[in-house]
Nanobody, 119 residues
Framework: QVQLVESGGGLVQAGGSLRLSCLAS????????MGWYRQAPGKQRDMVARITSGGLTNYSDSVKGRFTISRDSAKNTVYLQMNDLKPEDTAVYFC?????????????WGKGTQVTVSS
């Protein structure tokens, strides 16, 4: 089992910045990728940013140029630097990872951290 714990969420004014952190722990065999998703009330959970074990990144169009995903592989930690935050960024942000356990690919989710951007 792999556990993911997010931190860094909070309340920020529009135009401000936050940095989210996600720490993975447990029976990690091999991390394929890690990423961030978000879900606002009444909306589906959408991908925000992902980073592969090789360092390739992918961003949703809505955050491209404002958010940056990075990782510290040695610490099994992924970060999301969020700049120029907008009210529409308000959501619960979830950390996600795909992990190879030697036999299959497993997907894990954190419990989420609330990000609220005031206008």
């Amino acid at each position: 089992q792999v556990q993911l714990v997010e931190s860094g969420g909070g309340l920020v004014q529009a135009g401000g910045s936050l940095r989210l952190s996600c720490l993975a722990s447990g029976s990690i065999f091999s991390v394929i990728d890690m990423g961030w998703y978000r879900q606002a009330p009444g909306k589906q959970r959408d991908m925000v940013a992902r980073i592969t074990s090789g360092g390739l990144t992918n961003y949703s169009d809505s955050v491209k140029g404002r958010f940056t995903i990075s990782r510290d592989s040695a610490k099994n930690t992924v970060y999301l630097q969020m700049n120029d935050l907008k009210p529409e960024d308000t959501a619960v942000y979830f950390c996600n990872t795909q992990n190879w356990d030697g036999r299959r690919i497993n997907t894990y989710w954190g419990k989420g951290t609330q990000v609220t951007v005031s206008s």
